[in-house]
C-alpha cells in the first residue's frame, strides 16, 4: 500500500519586521521550518509501513507545494524514512496560502499517486486552516476523520481515534482508502541519525510543475476560497498591564497580585 | 432564499454548544450590516428539542434536517450541508471552528468551490459582500479577506470570538416566538463512512482543575521536564494548583486532568498564572474568562500577553526561583 503524506515549510516571523502601507510584508522577515503536525502524520505512516506483517510492501510518499523553501523539509522528511519526495510547484503559484487552492493541487497528485491511505497534519502552525486535508477528502470523495489520536490497522481498515472538544475521545472504524488528519501527540516522531540523512539523498525525489498534473493556475486560483485583501497588526489595545524590572521585582508584584485576587 | 446567513448549529453528545448562540448573535450583526435574513439550520435527530433555544429575536427560519440520525457523523453532515447550501444557495454560512466541523465543513466548500475561511475572529458585511478576518503566521499578524466571485462563503467563526450580541440577546435562550420553522428531506441513506464504536468521555483523573480557585498553568516554555519539579515545588508553595498546555500533557509531563484548552478542561480560576505558554488560540478558549491572568513569557510579541491582564517579559525560571525565595 501507498501512503501520501503532504508536508508544509511553513513561515514564521521571529523579530522585528515591518508592514507596508499595502498591507504586505517583506518576505525577509519570514523564517522557514517543518510544520510540527507533519512530524507526526510521517511517523504514523512509517510505523503503519513497519507495522504491517511481512508481504504487503508499503511506500511512503511526502509530497509538498512549495518553492525551493519545501526542499529542506522534504530532505527530512526523507531522513526520517520517507521512500520517495514530491514536490509541486509554479511560480504563478507564489503567494498562494489557501487550504482549498492547496488541496486542488494534492487532489491532482493523490489522483496520479493513488494512495490508498492519505495522512494529512490537523494544522499547519502558520496559518491554522486546518482545512487542507478534510478539503482534500472532499475532492477525491475519500472517507475522512478529522483530528486523530490513535490508528490501529483493522482487517482491511482502520479503527481511529478523534478527539473532541472538552476531552472526550470517539472511536470510529472506517474502510481504505481514507484520509486522515493527525493530531500531535499520536506518537513520537523519531529523529533522522546521520546515515539516514546520508541515505536520504540517494532516495528518489521529484519536482512538478502544475502541467505536469493537468492542471491551471487558473483553476487553481479560482478554487481558492478566500483572497487576502492585505495584512494588520494585532490589535493590542486591551493588552496586559507590563510589570517591568528584575527577576525579583517580578515575583514582587505577582505575589502581592496574586495575594490581592484571592483574598478579594 | 437565496442570499442571507444560514447559521449551521451545533449539537454534541452534550447538546445545543453554547458556540451556536455566538453563530447566530454574528448571523445577526450581518444582517445589520445587510446580508439579508438570518436562518438557523439544525441537523439531525435532537434537531426539533433546540429550536426553541436558537429561535433568538431576529432569526426568521429554523431548518431541521436529517432527523434519522442520532448523532454527528462527519459524512452525513457533509451532505446534508451541501444540499441545504445547494436547495438556498445563502450568501453566507456560519458555522463554528471546532472538532466536529473541521472534519466535514472544509469538504464541503471544496466540492461546492465556495468561498471559505476557518478559525475566522472578525466578520464584517462591507459593500456587498462578507470580509473577514483571521490570523497569519502563528497570528503575529491578522489577514484580512474578501471572497470575490463566490455566491456562497462559509465561514468557521472561532467559539468566543465574534458575535459580540451573544450575551445579551441569545444568551437567554431564544423565545420561539417569530421563526418559522421548516424541514428539508434529504436522501442520506448509505452516505455515512465512519461506524462509532465507542465514545470515551474525558477522564475524571485525579484533580478537578476546574474548581481551583488559583492555577499555576505551564507551558513548553519548561523546556524538556527535568525542571518540572521545580514548578511542582512552587505551586504547593503558592497553594495553587498545576495545570497546563497541551503539548505538556503530550510529552507526558502532566496527566490529561490537568490539560487547559480546547480539547482538555475550561477553566475561570480567580489567578491564573501562566507560565512559558505562547497563548495559541485551543489553548486561550480554555482560560480566557480566568478573572486575573498573569503570564510571563520570554518572548515580548507571544500572544498571551494579548489575553493577559498582567504580563512581564522574563525567564520563567528566574521568576519562580524568585518567588520560591520570597515565599519560603
Ligand atoms: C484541534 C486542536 C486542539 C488543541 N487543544 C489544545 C488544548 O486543549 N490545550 C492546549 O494547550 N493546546 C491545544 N492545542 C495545541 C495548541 O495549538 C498549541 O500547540 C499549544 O497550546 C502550545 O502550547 P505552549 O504554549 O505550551 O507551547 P508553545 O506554543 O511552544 O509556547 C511556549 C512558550 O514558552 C515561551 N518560553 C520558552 N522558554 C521560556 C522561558 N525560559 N521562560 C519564559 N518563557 C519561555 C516561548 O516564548 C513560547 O511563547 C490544540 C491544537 C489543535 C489543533
Ligand atoms: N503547501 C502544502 N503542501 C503540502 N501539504 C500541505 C500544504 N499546506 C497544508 N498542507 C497539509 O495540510 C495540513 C493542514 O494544514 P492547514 O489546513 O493549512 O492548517 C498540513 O499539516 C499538511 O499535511
Redesign the interface.
Known sequence: MKILVPVKQV???DGD?T?DGA?E?DPRA?HWQANEWDAFSLEAALQLAESSSAGEGFEVVVVTVADEHGEEGLRACLAMGADRALRVWDPALAGVDD??AI??VLAAVARREDPGLILCG?QS???????????????LEL?????VTAIEQDGGGL?VQ??????????????LPALL?IQ??INEPRRANLRAIKLARSKPSATLALSDLDLDVSDVR??A????????????G???????GP??A??????E??TR??R? | MSGGVLVLGEI???GLRPSTLELIAAGLELADGGAGRVAVALIGADAPAHVQAVSVAGVEEVILAAPERERFE??VW?AALGALIEARRPAVVLAG????S??????????L???????VTWVAWEQGGP???R??????????????A?ETV?L?LRPGACGARADADAGAGGTGASARISRVELDLDGVA???????????AGEVDIAKA??LLSIGRGVGGGERIGELERLARL?GATLSGS??L???GLLS?AR?VG?????VAP??Y?ALGISGA?PHVAGMSKA??????NSDPGA?I??V????????LF??A???E???S
Do not use: W
Open positions: 513561515a514564521s516571523i519586521f508592514l498591507g510584508l519570514l487550504p482549498l488541496a486542488a490537523v502552525s502558520d496559518s491554522a486552516n486546518a482545512a487542507t486535508g478534510v478539503a482534500l477528502a472532499g475532492l472517507p475522512r476523520v478529522a483530528v479503527t478523534r478527539e473532541l472538544d472538552g476531552g472526550a475521545v470517539e472511536v470510529l472504524r472506517l474502510s488528519t500531535t501527540g479560482e478554487v476560497g478566500a483572497r487576502t485583501v492585505r495584512l494588520l497588526e494585532r490589535g493590542r486591551e493588552g496586559a498591564s507590563m510589570i517591568e527577576a525579583e517580578i515575583a514582587g508584584r505577582i505575589v497580585l496574586v485576587e484571592l478579594a | 454534541g453528545d452534550d462527519a459524512h457533509e471552528h471546532t472538532a466536529d473541521l472534519g466535514f465543513a472544509p469538504a464541503v466548500a471544496a466540492r468551490r465556495l468561498g471559505f475561511a476557518s478559525d470580509l473577514a478576518r490570523g497569519a503566521y502563528g497570528e503575529r499578524l491578522i489577514a484580512e479577506l474578501d471572497f470575490p463566490k462559509l468557521l463512512r465512519t461506524e462509532r464504536i465507542e465514545l470515551r468521555e474525558a477522564p480557585d488559583f503558592m497541551g503539548p500533557v503530550e510529552a490529561r490539560k480546547q480539547s482538555g478542561r475550561t480567580r489567578v498564572l488560540a478573572r486575573t491572568i498573569i503570564a510571563v500572544r500577553f494579548d493577559a491582564h498582567y504580563g512581564a517579559v522574563a525567564d528566574e521568576v526561583a524568585e518567588l525565595r520570597q515565599l
